[in-house]
């Protein structure tokens, strides 16, 4: 599986921003698709989970309430709308697949990973 995020930028704090993650390959056998992110110097840490087979989503403490994740299947692609971003959210972030369990959260659970794009919120 390859993968494939967009749609990071500088915003300021308050703003919006959608990332965007297109899977190519082995899709059929995705069985979770989930965003992650790394600031400097600190460690990657879950975003959000969204299962490719039923919908159903998950989300850090961090970010509930101000970011949903969305799946298109028919395209392959997952979303992570992100409201009223606060400048410690600034970060590369990651999209990632699971073609086992679909319910981990840890970045080893994830076989498969995107380049990241990054997210800069200004002050």
């Known amino acids: 599986v390859q993968l494939q995020a967009s749609g990071g930028g500088l915003v300021q704090a308050g703003g919006s921003l959608r990332l965007s993650c297109t899977a190519s390959?082995?899709?059929?056998?995705?069985?979770?698709m989930c965003w992650f992110r790394q600031a400097p110097g600190k460690e990657r840490e879950f975003v959000a989970r969204?299962?490719?087979?039923?919908?159903?989503?998950y989300y850090a403490d961090s970010v509930k309430g101000r970011f949903t994740i969305s799946g298109d299947t028919a395209k392959n692609t997952v979303y992570l709308q992100m409201n009223s971003l606060k400048p410690e959210e600034s970060a590369i972030y990651y999209c990632?697949?699971?073609?086992?369990?679909?319910?981990?959260?840890?970045?080893?659970?994830?076989?498969?990973w995107g380049q990241g794009t990054q997210v800069t919120v200004s002050s």
């Open positions: 990632a697949a699971d073609l086992r369990s679909g319910w981990g959260t840890r970045p080893g659970d994830y076989g498969y």
């Open positions: 969204i299962r490719w087979n039923t919908g159903s989503t």
């Open positions: 390959g082995r899709t059929a056998s995705i069985n979770a």
